[in-house]
């Protein structure tokens, strides 16, 4: 059964310091309101893994690594599978997730079949069924703990809407991470309006302002 649902086949900026593609699996079991996947996370996919492996033969010493994104990519039958395939052929494989499955994620881990991870920090636990239409917030903070506990390289990163988050809301979300020992760079990645999204949101009418969070990480903006 098809689960991806496309694939860019080259990028500078989604892996830190190489050259990969992006694969975009469909599916997602959170639907957030500034998510403009929208297409990726309703769709069963269109692409078959026999397809997406010979992607990855032909660009054998063309690129350094790979990126399983989406949608949440870990709900994939095939995720370990296909991450080993990824590995077979000697690329690097980060992983973009909501960290809502800690269990599937240990697996590769101890398989070493992950390099690198960019967690996804959606919202304060009172905001997060707002941004996320979810319940899987401490799912998360086990996954946020866990890959700290191991000094694992990975990063977290919180998307901005500024009708939705405030410059108080991103201190104390930095200040918990802190708490928790992550001492990596908290990145802050800006809404921008491309169109439909589960929220129907537009650009915002409030301001945010990066320079008035208060935190000891080291803040990177994208996008801003």
Sequence with gaps: MALIYSITPFTMLDYPDKLACIVWFSGCNMRCIYCYNTEIVKSSGVIENSEFLHFLDERIDKLEAVVFSGGECTLNKDFLYLAKEVKKRN??????????????????????????????????????????????????????????????????????????????????????????????????????????????????????DPKKIKSNLKIELRNF
């Design 91 to 208: 690329f690097s494989l980060k992983i973009d997730t909501n960290g809502s499955n800690l269990e599937i994620l240990k697996k590769a881990i101890k398989l070493n079949l992950i390099d690198y991870i960019a967690l996804d920090f959606k919202a304060l636990k009172e905001n997060y069924f707002l941004v996320t239409n979810s319940n899987l917030y401490e799912k998360f903070i086990k996954t946020l703990k866990y890959l700290i506990s191991l000094n694992f390289p990975f990063e977290v990163r919180t998307t901005i809407h500024a009708d939705i988050f405030t410059e108080n809301d991103i201190s104390k979300m930095a200040e918990m991470l802190e708490k928790f020992g992550y001492k990596g760079v908290y990145y802050l990645q800006n809404f921008l309006e491309t169109g439909e999204n589960f929220g129907v949101l537009q650009n915002p009418t409030n301001s945010f």
